[in-house]
């Protein structure tokens, strides 16, 4: 590992903890929810591990191509999902305070571009396929099955947030806007993966 790369880990490390120790905080003082409804925060904790582990040199034992390029489209879809329908939303919220919004560009932007610069500099593609997506997807899957379950556990009375994103909100949107919104979700980013393992391929 050289000296560019352990600053990228360090860096990654910085961000996504201080995201993770930001709304670890705020949640605690302000508000009836966990921070572990929002799956930004949990894919940035698996990038915090990740990268600890990967520093320490603990990791070598199970590294692998398809393991990486898991961890690195965990974060990636972080940042396009933030950026693509939750920015215009967070706006208002954003322009209330300074440390906020840090922590928003660092666990929406910062963290996941470093992982995927690392990634495109030094992680080995050689053992990636076409099917390699059912690999990390796996971890979104698992975030939205839980989710609704959870969400049948809440009243319409409860101060807890029932849904914690806009477009899995069933009651506002409805179960067919639902369904299209997962799909078309899920469409996008097999394409994004495909494309990714195509460009793999011709570089």
Same mark, same amino acid.
């Given at each position: 590992m050289n000296i560019i790369q352990i600053i990228i880990y360090i860096t990654i490390i910085i961000s996504s903890g201080y995201g993770l120790i930001y709304d670890?905080?705020?949640?605690?003082?302000?508000?009836?929810? !966990? +921070?572990?409804?929002?799956?930004?925060?949990? !894919?940035?904790?698996?990038?915090?591990?990740? !990268?600890?582990?990967?520093?320490?040199?603990?990791?070598?034992?199970?590294?692998?191509?398809?393991?990486?390029?898991?961890? +690195? &489209?965990?974060?990636?879809?972080? &940042?396009?999902?933030?950026?693509?329908?939750l920015n215009n939303n967070m706006k208002e919220k954003e322009e209330s305070s300074i440390l906020f919004k840090?922590?928003?560009r660092c666990v929406h932007y910062i963290t996941p571009i470093l992982v995927l610069v690392n990634w495109i500099l030094?992680?080995?593609? !050689?053992?990636?396929?076409?099917?390699s997506c059912v690999y990390w997807i796996i971890v979104p899957f698992i975030y939205l099955i839980l989710i609704l379950i959870?969400?049948?556990?809440?009243?319409e009375n409860s101060e807890k947030k029932k849904y914690p994103y806009h477009f899995l909100n069933k009651d506002i949107i409805g179960n067919k806007k639902f369904y299209i919104n997962i799909f078309s979700i899920l469409f996008t980013f097999v394409?994004?993966?495909?494309?990714?393992? +195509?460009?793999i391929k011709i570089l």
């Open positions: 670890a905080v705020n949640y605690r003082k302000e508000s009836k929810n !966990s +921070m572990w409804i929002f799956y930004t925060n949990i !894919s940035n904790l698996i990038i915090l591990i990740y !990268s600890i582990l990967s520093v320490s040199s603990i990791l070598k034992i199970i590294t692998n191509p398809i393991f990486e390029y898991s961890i +690195m &489209m965990i974060i990636l879809i972080t &940042m396009l999902i933030y950026h693509f329908l840090i922590k928003n030094w992680k080995d593609k !050689s053992n990636i396929t076409y099917l959870r969400s049948n556990y809440i009243n394409a994004i993966s495909e494309i990714i393992y +195509m460009l």
